[in-house]
């Protein structure tokens, strides 16, 4: 039953494989963080949608934190480690696509995996599903929706621990028949806030029953944590969202009352603090999400910001040693000095991977982003070269004038085919037709002028008459437009102008520059 109660986890089958039990640890244990890094970068791209190559950098961290080193060797405490992302993904998954069985089997698993591990995962990701509907953006779920997302969730949840009832029930009988009744009483001892910041950096000493928990998972968070809440690209209220968790889980380890319940009301013999690994999976997934935008950050602010952590280190040893603590980390100044070569490290390698000077110094810094004049001018605008004689548009009146010559030779143009079209219907005004406008299979568009009439036959027009080729400008085709419109309103100018849809100042105009007074 001691078996069963710590190797029901999916990983651990591999020890019935071996006889070789070593190596079957170290397998499983290679297994177990290789699923952690894989998982924590799934989420990555599918809840946070960070699709960055750095994301794998994190996944590593996430992998080989201090919480996976330290309690590897206790296999059923790391269970938690990877299925929490797991269990995260599935929950968008069950809100995206309103299906719950992948999930019921997520926690299932991880229910008869550990318990315990089960308990935490249950609780961080409830959590993660109020927090995910309270900062969901772009969507207004009404009441009756979001009871719906609820029962399916509590659902799904009962049908989950059901089916890992059969196994549990049997491991819960045998640790309640355990001497002592088998659950541990607390002892006094509780982490101080200082022990708590310390975690959080490396070369620190580790003990089976020191009541500090395992935070450390590189000094690139810290690095980037910082900025994470100062960062305007994440709305107001999803950052103080996530310091509320944090305060939270912060105060769990402080508070005896807190601690207490999510060890549930069972002081561990070993390995304190055994749900440390939320408050890692939080920091690195806010590093993740943060650290693109670190090229927009002053590399005085970066620089600043490592001081500060360091600085924030000497002053917690300090008070470590002045405080009557009942745990002590015995930080020395060789850690102290190491830590400040890895804030550095870091520094250097950010300000050189992601920062770029902003401004160009003069002029030919410019240039060699530019292609030559002489491979390409087909720049937006050149000024002060006119290659060819063409144009530089170096003024708005010249770009103005340009199009207005643009325009007038299009209408022109215009003018010629329309004229063309009327010269085929046997003089007729352009604009005074009676018939259907005819298609191009039945109209042979040429610059002729057509001498006979068109008489249509059973829809067919035949073209039969002669045609007498002559080049015509446009002067002439607009004076002999006017002299026909005078001519069949007997001279009355009124009529004329309403003829040609043009107006009366302007038929005079041309009367007099033509001279068909």
């Given at each position: ?42 989420f ?21 934190c ?28 069950m ?71 059969v ?19 607390f ?12 975690a ?18 590189g ?52 390995y ?33 910001a ?18 009557p ?115 191009s ?64 100042r ?12």
């Open positions: 039953l001691t078996w069963a109660f710590y190797c029901f986890s999916p990983v651990d089958i591999i020890y019935f494989l071996t006889d070789n039990l070593p190596i079957a640890t170290q397998l499983v244990i290679m297994i177990k963080t290789g699923l952690m890094a894989m998982f924590f970068q799934i990555c791209r599918y809840n946070l949608k960070c699709n960055q190559r750095h994301t794998i950098l994190f996944s590593m961290c996430y992998g080989l201090a919480f996976q080193m330290q309690v590897s060797f206790m296999s059923s405490l790391t269970e938690g480690m990877y299925f929490l992302p797991l269990v995260l993904i599935l929950i968008k998954y809100l995206e696509k309103k299906r719950i069985t992948p999930l019921i089997l997520a926690y299932a698993s991880v229910f008869v995996a550990n318990f315990y591990c089960g308990f935490i995962v249950g609780l961080a990701s409830f959590g993660y599903l109020l927090v995910h509907l309270f900062l969901e953006q772009g969507k207004k779920r009404g009441k009756k929706e979001l009871m719906g997302i609820f029962a399916r969730y509590f659902l799904g949840v009962v049908v989950a621990f059901l089916i890992a009832a196994i549990l029930v049997p491991a819960v009988s045998y640790v309640l028949g355990m001497e002592e009744g088998g659950f541990e009483e002892s006094a001892s509780q982490a101080a806030l200082p022990e708590l910041i310390m959080l950096f490396s070369l620190r000493k580790y003990d089976l029953v020191q009541y500090t928990p395992y935070l450390y998972c000094i690139l968070v810290l690095m980037v944590l910082p900025f994470y809440f100062t960062n305007s690209r994440f709305s107001r209220k999803e950052r103080l969202c996530v310091a509320g968790v944090l305060v939270f889980l912060t105060c769990s380890l402080l508070i005896p009352g807190i601690y207490n319940f999510l060890h549930m009301f069972n002081d561990p013999n070993g304190k603090a055994r749900y440390a690994y939320v408050v890692v999976f939080i920091l690195l997934v806010l590093g993740a999400r943060s650290f693109s935008d670190l090229r927009k950050v002053s590399v005085k602010k970066i620089i600043m490592a001081v500060v952590w360091w600085i924030l280190l000497v002053v917690c040893t300090i008070l470590e040693r002045v405080l603590l009942s745990y002590r980390m015995d930080y020395t100044w060789k850690e102290l000095f190491y830590n400040a070569i890895l804030l550095g490290v870091w520094c250097v390698a950010i300000c050189k991977i992601y920062k770029e000077k902003k401004e160009c110094q003069n002029g030919e810094i410019l240039q060699n982003y530019l292609p030559a004049l002489a491979q390409d001018n087909r720049l937006p605008m050149l000024f002060g070269v006119k290659p060819g004689g063409g144009k530089t548009f170096e003024s708005e009146r010249e770009i103005l004038y340009q199009v207005l010559f643009d325009m007038r030779r299009d209408m022109t143009e215009l003018k010629k085919l329309v004229n063309t079209l009327m010269a085929e219907r046997g003089g007729e005004p352009a604009y005074n037709f009676v018939h259907p406008v005819p298609t299979s039945t109209i042979n568009i040429s610059p002729m002028i057509h001498t006979g009439n068109v008489t249509p036959v059973d829809d067919d027009i035949q073209d039969t008459e002669e045609y007498v080729e002559e080049t015509l400008s446009l002067d002439d085709v607009e004076k002999e437009m006017i002299r026909k419109a005078l001519e069949r309103h007997h001279g009355r100018r009124k009529n004329a102008a309403k003829d040609l849809k043009i107006s009366e302007t038929l005079y105009r041309k009367i007099k520059e033509y001279g068909l007074e």
